[in-house]
């Protein structure tokens, strides 16, 4: 029968595609493993632990993870422009990634990790197997929600000049932010909560400003330009 | 300074001011919002009596039956949604919607339930608007329902039409059943092509769900009649199994 | 602290109240445990047992249920004027209880069981401990749901007279229901169902009659009297 | 058989006498509902109005305010609650819980609220109760607020505290601040003990979380005032944050 | 600063995106209004038996759809390989499509319409834009839930023989189904729901069956043969 | 059929009033863009640049807003009487633009712009198109939410007399606020939160005082007259 | 640290009971695909098929189950005692393979399987790991919601004796279960729902029975003895 | 008939099994009132300094449990293998009493109970009727939740040194969660929620810190060495 053929290529198809999602499932659960070490190391910076130490440590994660995206890029791969139909199968995790190596990056060099190079990072090739840009702009967002805790630290610790940096960093994040006309989406929303870590940093600057705790660095903010100096 | 602190006074009190006059605009709005919602509990409570006075119908005493409905019904009218057309007169009826909604909407279920039993056929917004036009003060803009609570009260009516069915079939009025039937269709018919368009059409979603329950259940009841009836037309030799059921037991008994 | 004293208070007011309520349960789980073997005995009706015998043993268990509601309105005197606070507690047993002895009231007599007499029967005292009108009228309701079934099951069994005496019963019950004005409540729903129990005692009347099984007994209802035909 | 039919109709005429006498029954019920949900939402809305005229206290017109808010208050129990004594006098105030439950809670919010801001202390319930007896007929017994009602009410008093609290520290009345915290730390502290035991203390339960968040919003505030005030101690060299921090508006401004 | 080069790219593909996003959502909008007036005609097959005209009106709306799919298929031709990112503004549009007109196929020849010919229906090309297997699968179940309505409405109608061929379609079609192994997903959930139509009409076929109104055609099943005749 | 008529007049007065609805999103959809570049160019006055500047550019878009609502009010006027109806589709954004109007008059003048002064501003008209009083209100209390930030980067900037100018401010507003009865609504919410506005300014102003940061300016408020000193 | 050390020790005993969770869910979900296999093979039982050839195919399938718990038995083995504690990860499969078996059995013998052939029959042993008592009596439950289908389509198919034979299997069913006094849970709410299947299968004999078809055989209840025959 | 005397036996398996679970309730009701009084007296906590009468008063609780756990005990000992059956029942009332013990612990000493300890307090046996070790650890969340609360009413108490000892206390028990590779469910959630103590306790240090009110005692973290000093 007709109708028996064809449901029988239904079979083989949603099991050929369940099997590529079970595929998926196991490098996305090693990636999230993985994330979490990298996470539980990157951590000590809240307890002041020397960062050179610490950077070292998390940069043997970053290889980890060019091997986890290789192995996904290659399932994907079967089956060509099928990227976003299992997307949703890795982009959480994926976000986390990201976040972790932003802040990594910054900590080691003060600028944000553009996204050519975090994908050049995690050894992901824009045109076969890319990182999406919205999980790029998501993962950024989730750095930023550590900062605050991070400067809180930081001052407690006695470096005083920390909410400066921090507050410079954040607030150019935060207008480039802007630029952006975003949806009513997940990404806006973890946007719109961006301005409570500024308003935090700002906070903690004040506190330190106003005792006369902040070392005469350069200012916040340059006369006059507008944007980061 | 004293210059610099009299207009501190001076702003200060323009503040109190205004602000004395926006605390008088929200206790009136919330005054009147409060004698909003009790008029339309009333027309709630009394609406739902009037339906059960319709559901007391049966071919004995069809006639006796809707007339106290249909004095129920006007005295709901005059003394309940009158309160509401006095409340809401000349000003924005479209503000206080929430609060009198769901009354008005058991209003128009009442009034139309009436006026199937009656008439047999479906009762117009226009023709409820144009009785609510004696209790305006002719100066001011009539309170006129909107197609909203109108279609609201309406998906309401097919629940009453459904128990009314089931009731009709066990009184042997199968033919009345099957026009409701037809006539609860049509209604879901038209209202499938309506319903999406509607300001805000969560609620009327949910209604279409149960509509749909209602109008199946008529269904299937008619369906049990009909192949209940048809088993024995080939023993009988009748080609119309409803006549012959209908007229059964009021030969048999 | 007066604050003190007076949650003190609080508490043994609360704590005496809750005492009331496990001896009401108490007394509860008996009634229900009664109710199921009166269930039972009143179950096998369906499987057409001769009638004299179950009603015999039904009726053993009334004076049992009169036992226990004995119980229950001596714990409630303790409280008067708060029958409405623990009424949550009983209801639906009692419900259940009030559609077992009005369905083998009318067993036995063809008739209703008047709101009155089935207080007597449980030995309730209206002025101090009565049975709530809508747990009654509920009671009706549960009992008019089990006659479709008593009625298929009579006919099964040969008793060709059953379905016109039940329907008679049940025409006159339905009519009386319609004077009711309900809110939209648990009684309301039930009445609602009433309507289709009719509608199948109808369907299996019609079933009896149009076959030349049904006895030639006096008919359903004079001509022009309300009700159906 | 004649007998026998007119039997039937005996039948029949004492159960429709009986479904009348039930149907009055139900009627009456639901009209005297409907009149006590009304009385209650009366209640309601007159009870919060109390409520914010208490918040408008501040040290200056603590006795205008507070003096306004009895008068008021007492125009709430007297225009009424005593509709609601009235209605549910002699009969039982637990059938009809439900429908009025909400007023008096608020009522109780209000009543003790102006009461802890004039006194400094909890209202008790047998206080309340008290005023409400001149309401009543003597030869009835008379309504009595029952402690569930009364404890519900309590919990809502909290956050009205706390919005207090938080306002009280602005303006520089610290020690009625920590005063408000160490009351409603105790409220919170015996509610744990007799919420559990409460009839249905399903509502409660939210409650109290939402007392916790209260409790702790009093307490982060204190905090922050005590901290704040604690950083120029040693240059100052007083020995009391709380005395100097309050003190210190009104001599500098 | 590179920074604002960054996010200014950002904004320009995000806002390309959603440009294409809204073009995708008109389009779907208008199928979505055609889906409804398809719909309410279809609708009036419960009203009386179907008549050729009903079907010819119910036709007139496939070319609407055919219209609406190529220029869908056009804006996502501009972006090749994200048909899936795009995937879930159209997906419950296009499966309630699906539905009415695998329906209108139904009554027409009493067959499936297979997931090729409905791909032809809607002049999608399954190289470039076809039809989701999953979205074509819900579709079909869908439609399996009008069907106990309509055997009803048919018998009322006074076609007897209805209950059989729609049961012998029914019992196929889920079969079919069955071989599947789907997982615990929106399609799973709507094939579980099947049984219950099946069922439905089951209980139609018997009420007829048993009253000897159904014709003597052929039997639902052959003997001995499994799968459909 | 009468039946379908009404029904289509229905469709008729609903695609009337969706048409109504679209041409209102349109306006309010640039209504909200202009918002976010003026709240762009306000928000960096926490970035401590030279207000008259700000005040210019953001001056600019009242201009921008007064076209806005222009249309909006046409459309209106198409369907006298039916303001309510659709005043879900531009509150919220409504509500903002009164925040930032509100903001920058007083950042302009130091005095809280009164409900006639906004709707004149923003070119409304009471009798016809106005302002509702409850969104003014809400506005107001958005205003309110910005000062605190506001304060402590201007203190960190070096302005240590504003403190004590919004102190000032804010405990008036707050007062005046204290006059109304709210519901449990949103406005009640956001009243609330205005206490926790103006807790904080008091600690800032209190931080700058205790270290003799704060200029001899006049006092906050003279002694005797309502409100915190 | 001792902590730390604790800690260690935790990690060590959460792997391993995820460990075993994990192939736990490994046989389960090869029993859960049998049991579809098996599932669809009984179904046809409903479209009339000779029941021998049926039932050949369907008993293949127990062994298979027998492996199956002979694994599960091996992994549960290791730790002893903790039955109970990964009961629920394979409850709900087993409920379900037991209503097959039990049904498999009925319609090869038309008696219930008893509990412990139950057992026999998938490999269970008591006393390591045996049958819940539960679970056996909701297969049981699972196992009569099937029989209302099976009736109405054998009689369709012409066998008129099927509803008499069903009835008192049901009814001595029922009876058995209500002298169990069952908790409120699930076991309670599926044999609540058995009294409907009771209830379908009365209705489908009485059809069968007021027509005349009924065969003469012997009746559904022995004269004066209660209890099934 | 083996049919009654097989259900005969379900029935009294089921009210042994059901008697037992009285007998848990009962005694766990008692647990329950027991946990209300220790806690409402440790709420004491937060009004002033720990006291020892304060702790003398908890300890009093501990030997009250004590007997109840002995009382539980003795119930399972009947039934030996089915801890983990009726696990439900008791387990959420454990979580709370090793919630209450463990801060008790900790206000004494400073340092986590331990497991071990924590099952010799309340005269658990870990060979027979233990304590489940997510049980313990879901206890310990619970206790930290409380910890941010305790931090805030001391340093307002005037103990500037609270905050560091619980953020040390309260570092090392997280990064000791760390270690373990939690399952998604409860203990996970809960564990999640422990980042927020965590955070609220930096930002109560960091208020001490910075206006220079902390005691110079030693640091947060050891210099150099991971882990708790
Ligand atoms: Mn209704
Ligand atoms: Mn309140």
Known sequence: HSLEKQFEDFRLQLEESGGLRDRIRTVVSEIESTTRLMHASLLLVHQSRPTPELLEKAKSYVNVFNDHYKQLAEV??????????????????????????VFMHWLETGNLLMHAEAEEKLGLNSSEFGL?????????????????????????????????????????LHAAFRMLNLRNDFLRKKFDGMKYDLRRVEEVYYDVKIRGLAPNGEPVEDQGAQGPP | SSTKRARTMATNSSMRDAFSKHAEYLNNLNDKRERVVKASRDVTMNSKKVIFQVHRMSKYNKEEVLEKAEKDLA?????????????????DFWKLRRAYSPGIQEYIEAATFYNFCKTGSLLKLDEINSTLLPLSDPS????????????????????????????????????????????????????????????DSSDMKTKMDTMLQSVMKIENACFSVHVRGSEYIPL??????????????????
């Open chain 2, 236 to 253: 009988l030799g009748s080609n119309d199994p409803s006549s012959f059921l209908v007229g059964l037991p009021d030969i048999e008994l």
């Open chain 1, 132 to 172: 999406d840009i919205e999980d790029y702009l998501i993962g950024v967002c989730f750095m930023s929600n550590e900062l605050p805790r991070y400067v809180v630290n930081q001052v407690t610790a006695g470096d005083y000049d920390c909410p400066r940096k921090v507050l410079k960093f954040l607030t150019e």
């Open chain 2, 75 to 91: 005295a709901v009218t005059n003394q309940h949604v009158s309160r509401l057309v006095k409340e809401l007169q000349g000003t």
């Open chain 1, 76 to 101: 994907l791969g079967e089956c060509s422009g099928q990227y976003y139909r299992y997307h949703g199968d890795w982009r959480s995790e994926t976000q986390t990634v990201v976040s972790l190596i």
């Open chain 2, 140 to 199: 001011l803009e009539p309170l006129q329902i909107n197609v909203l609570d109108y279609l609201l009260g309406l998906a309401d009516l097919t629940g009453e039409l459904m128990r009314l069915a089931i009731g009709q079939i066990s009184d042997g009025e199968l033919e009345f059943a099957e026009k409701i039937c037809r006539f609860v269709r049509d209604i879901y018919r038209d209202l499938t092509l309506v319903v999406p368009i509607m300001d």
